[in-house]
T-cell receptor
Framework: TQLLEQSPQFLSIQEGENLTVYCNSSSVFSSLQWYRQEPGEGPVLLVT?????EVKKLKRLTFQFGDARKDSSLHITAAQPGDTGLYLCAGLTNSGYALNFGKGTSLLVTP | SQTIHQWPATLVQPVGSPLSLECTVEGTSNPNLYWYRQAAGRGLQLLFYSVGIGQISSEVPQNLSASRPQDRQFILSSKKLLLSDSGFYLC???????????????FGQGTRLTVV
């Protein structure tokens, strides 16, 4: 099983602060995806990273895929209360069919 | 446009009762279909996935089963529910093709199951 470890599990910060969350594995992934989930909803895709070393930006969110394609990070600049949610990373299993998720980082941004 | 329907939204069932959760997808063909379970505020555990009609892959041995009687219908079942089956169940679909595997997974709204 290709495990994805996410850290930290919980993060509570004030509006305007910066933060970074991590997704690590001992396995190599062809790609990693980041999803955000709000309570009572299904996860929604934020980004897919494919190339080792790749950096993608989505407004105040910056995603990076590790050079060895075993890890990824999500950095949020000047966090806002609307960023509150559960951030999940996901990668395809060796079969290429199934999508495995990490346990997520629960982010709370207070005004 | 593609949509995914999952029902019911909430369900309270006694221990030992059967379960049937249904998921249907519209607007696409030959999707890969998935059932996940999520503990409160935590990550998604992959339960089953299907790459075609009648084809089911189980990721975790458990008290549950899945079936795919039609291309865009995915059913999660149990003959006798356990307390430990409580959780948030999510159905998802994803297109897959050789050379185009990194597609987005689209999720339903989920079913909150409480076994009492």
């Amino acid at each position: 099983t290709q495990l994805l470890e996410q850290s930290p599990q919980f993060l509570s910060i004030q509006e305007g602060e910066n933060l970074t969350v991590y997704c690590n594995s001992s396995s190599v992934f062809s790609s990693l995806q980041w999803y955000r989930q709000e309570p009572g909803e299904g996860p929604v895709l934020l980004v897919t990273v494919v190339t080792g070393g790749e950096v993608k930006k989505l407004k105040r969110l910056t995603f990076q895929f590790g050079d060895a394609r075993k890890d990824s990070s999500l950095h949020i600049t000047a966090a806002q209360p609307g960023d509150t949610g559960l951030y999940l990373c996901a990668g395809l299993t060796n079969s290429g069919y199934a999508l495995n998720f990490g346990k997520g980082t629960s982010l709370l941004v207070t005004p | 446009s593609q949509t995914i329907h999952q029902w019911p939204a909430t369900l309270v069932q006694p221990v030992g009762s059967p379960l049937s959760l249904e998921c249907t997808v519209e607007g696409t063909s030959n999707p890969n279909l998935y059932w996940y379970r999520q503990a409160a505020g935590r990550g998604l555990q992959l339960l089953f996935y299907s790459v075609g009609i009648g084809q089911i892959s189980s990721e975790v041995p458990q008290n549950l089963s899945a079936s795919r009687p039609q291309d865009r219908q995915f059913i999660l079942s149990s003959k006798k529910l356990l307390l430990s089956d409580s959780g948030f169940y999510l159905c998802a679909w994803k297109l897959w093709a050789f050379g185009a595997m990194n597609t987005e997974a689209f999720f339903g709204q989920g079913t909150r199951l409480t076994v009492v």
